[in-house]
């Protein structure tokens, strides 16, 4: 990314040879700096209003969603973000070309970067976000709580000051009380975020805290605050014009979060007091009077169990949930930023909104649920999403079928937006929505957003923001009887859809791979895989029985070994009347099956008869999860190292991740260097046959979390 005198200089040279004209005060083409679903939205409303736009694009995304949608496209860099979409002078050289009378950043990327905002005014452009003052103050979560504390905005308890001093930071941290939250003051999205349970582990985690603040922001500050046991996230839509009016749009709850990042958000907030809303919203509008503030903006609090909130931050953009708040508003905030960006006043006064309802947003991310939920990338070669129903059900996606979700971006397929005239209502229209959803060729979030979406703790209103980070969706093994049921209505599904071809005279179509073969005189084996873990089952229909007996691989006579099973009260057998007497929807694609079964959902995927048991873990080596590039080698050939250790940090798809020794063991051969890019699969390090010897001590490293 260019710097920030680079960016200055870039947009003055514009303005002097590109832009001869001063900012119109009607716009009629913009420019999209930004891609996925978020320009797709974009778009969307400036066809509505008749305004032409440009998108710009990495060379990986030319044949992108956005850019089909879009009026014009222009590429502006190479796959990594750093020389495309955070590329600011291509991007600005882009608006040049096509005549673009403004920029619109989305968020992310350089939506927040108060420079780039300058250089598009700098240039003649009129940047669609908020004031170039108001971004470089709320940068600063130091200034922002100093100026939230001047207007009488209540903070969480806490120190913001420039003293850095660990010494001091730690008498600090010892008068707020334990636990506390260390943070990075110019951070966001959970990087060099430490909680610290007491005074022993302080230092160690004001150092990873600065390490990871310094490597992600270029900045190692820390602020502290009192860290709140179980808190809700509550964050209010704000709207100011230039003529200083500015009022909310109510509150979202963003408490259902893993790692920091939200997955379903709603609004409004579940079981508000009616002084405590009252009481967050005017505290929402004062603070964005303090700083002068125009357009889009959403100011954060945390809230206690005793309905005390305060100040988080302020985000000086769009929010990616922002459509919640538009379902329940009746209002296309998209549209009110173009008109305030022209300098007309808001459309309304805050005597004109009101909510209606309640709209629930669920985020689809490639992701692998069973692998630490780390990214998937792949093909995405099958899509489904349910109908979209105007106010009702919404499908905000920057992909298409056929689309690749790569490494270089955030894995976000889509996300999905209902409204209903209740919680309880929008709840079952989210699960529906869930239901009709199926994508294929990547793994996904989709049965934990179902199973969140169901969980009687959500449907209760009784989250908190760490409770997913806490096992509040950890999975127990499976009992014979629970899986059998998902077993059950593949084979259902299987033998229903052969019948009903073999009726329309067609010959039946074996699955590839065949999902089972007979296996004796009445009985039929299937074979699929759940995550890492292989099941081998045997099933017969008898007497309008459906009768499933697992297996157990490799102990030869798989059909006697069953029989056996079947004698000890462990593993029984699991009977089920046939026809089943309750449906399930089964979804099948070349390499797996989908099920929804109530409120459960699984992929089971296919595997050939033939092939071996899943692949164990290889404790003789350090392999990368997926395709990434190496951020840092933290070991040498010959070195011991401790199980768990961090031997290696790697970067993929926005996230760094930490790749830790198997065993205890010793180092033979690295095989990649900082800078490699890699495949998933890929060797990054061996080790020597064997354990380290007794005695023998692990070199200490500062591990970076994923």
């Known amino acids: 990314m ?17 832009k001869a004209c001063p900012m119109p005060d009607k716009i009629q083409r913009i420019l999209i700096a930004n891609r996925g679903e978020i320009a797709c939205r974009i778009i969307r409303t400036c066809q509505q209003l008749g305004i032409e736009t440009v998108a710009v694009c990495s060379t990986v995304d030319r044949y992108a969603r956005h850019t089909r949608l879009a009026d014009a496209f222009e590429c502006v860099g190479g796959p990594s973000p750093a020389a495309s979409y955070l590329n600011a002078e291509a991007i600005l050289q882009a608006a040049c070309k096509h005549k673009a009378d403004a920029i619109h950043p989305g968020y992310g990327f350089l939506a927040e970067n108060a420079d780039f905002a300058q250089a598009c005014i700098d240039a003649g452009l009129i940047f669609i976000g908020a004031p170039v003052a108001a971004m470089r103050l709320m940068a600063s979560k130091s200034a922002a709580k100093q100026t939230m504390e001047a207007a009488g ?7 913001h000051g420039d003293n850095q001093e660990a010494a001091f930071l730690r008498q600090q941290a010892e008068k707020i009380g334990w636990p506390v939250l260390i943070k990075a003051s110019a951070g966001g999205g959970g990087k060099g975020m430490k909680i610290v349970p007491d005074a022993a582990h302080f230092d160690e985690a004001l150092n990873a805290a600065k390490s990871e603040a310094r490597k992600a922001f270029g900045d190692d500050r820390v602020i502290l605050e009192k860290f709140i046991t179980h808190p809700r996230h509550i964050e209010v839509q704000v709207f100011s014009d230039r003529q200083g009016n500015h009022l909310h749009l109510f509150e979202r709850d963003c408490s259902a979060q893993r790692r920091y990042q939200k997955i379903i958000e709603e609004a409004p907030a579940a079981g508000l007091a009616a002084d405590t809303r009252q009481a967050m919203l005017e505290a929402a509008v004062r603070a964005a009077g303090a700083v002068g503030y125009e357009g889009a903006g959403t100011v954060e609090f945390i809230l206690d169990r005793d309905q005390r909130f305060y100040f988080l931050e302020m985000n000086t953009r769009l929010q990616v949930e922002h459509r919640v708040t538009e379902l329940i508003t009746g209002t296309d905030l998209v549209a009110w930023q173009i008109r305030v960006a022209e300098g007309q006043p808001l459309p309304v006064t805050q005597d004109d909104v009101h909510a209606r309802g309640h709209a629930i947003e669920a985020r689809i991310y490639a992701e692998d649920a069973e692998n630490d939920f780390l990214p998937s990338v792949g093909l995405l070669d099958r899509l489904q999403f349910p109908t979209e129903v105007p106010g009702r059900v919404l499908v905000d996606t920057g992909v298409r079928q056929s689309d690749r979700i790569s490494i270089h971006y955030d894995p976000m397929i889509a996300k999905l937006v209902v409204w209903g005239e209740d919680r ?31 969980h009687p703790r959500f449907r209760d209103n009784c989250l908190y923001t760490n409770a997913i980070d806490q096992g509040l969706l950890d999975e127990h093994p499976d009992n014979l009887e629970s899986l059998a049921r998902f077993l059950a209505a593949i084979i259902h599904w299987q033998l229903h859809h052969d019948t009903e071809r073999t009726g ?22 299937l074979s699929l895989r759940q995550g890492d873990e292989r099941i081998d089952v045997e099933w017969q229909i008898a007497d309008e029985t459906l009768t499933l007996r697992p297996v157990t691989p490799g102990t030869g006579n798989a059909l006697s070994d069953a029989a056996a099973l079947c004698e000890t009260e462990i593993f029984p057998p699991v009977r089920f009347p046939w026809p089943l007497p309750w449906s399930a929807q089964v979804h ?4 797996a ?22 692949a164990g873990g290889n404790e003789g080596q350090v392999v990368a999860p997926m395709p990434g590039q190496i951020l840092n080698i933290l070991v040498a050939p010959g070195e011991p190292v401790k199980k768990d250790q961090t031997v290696a940090v790697m970067e993929a798809m926005k996230m760094e991740l930490s790749l830790k020794a198997p065993r205890d063991a010793c ?22 046959a064997g354990d380290t010897e007794k005695g023998g001590e692990a070199s200490s490293t500062d591990g970076v979390s994923a």
């Not at 260019?2 to 590109?18: A, V």
């Not at 905005?153 to 120190?159: L, Q, S």
């Not at 329309?504 to 004796?520: K, R």
Request: a negative charge.
């Open 2 to 18: 260019i710097s920030r005198d680079q960016i200055c200089k870039t947009g003055k040279l514009l303005k002097r040879y590109g």
């Open 153 to 159: 905005v209540a903070c969480v308890p806490g120190y």
């Open 504 to 525: 329309q005279g067609e010959q039946p179509e074996q699955s590839t791979p065949v999902p089972w073969q007979p296996f004796g005189p009445d009985w039929q084996r």
């Open 667 to 688: 180092v033979e051969t690295v095989h990649h260097s900082v800078g490699d890019l890699l495949q998933a699969g890929d060797v990054v390090l061996s080790f020597a």
């Open 593 to 614: 099956y989908h099920v929804i079964l109530g409120h459960q959902r699984r992929v089971l995927e296919k595997i050939r008869h033939d092939s071996g048991p899943a």
């Open 424 to 454: 309880d209502q929008a709840i079952d229209v989210m699960n529906e929505a869930l239901c009709q959803t199926l994508v294929s060729g990547v793994k996904t979030n989709l049965a934990s957003l179902t199973t969140l979406i169901n």
């Open 588 to 591: 099948e694609t070349p390499e």
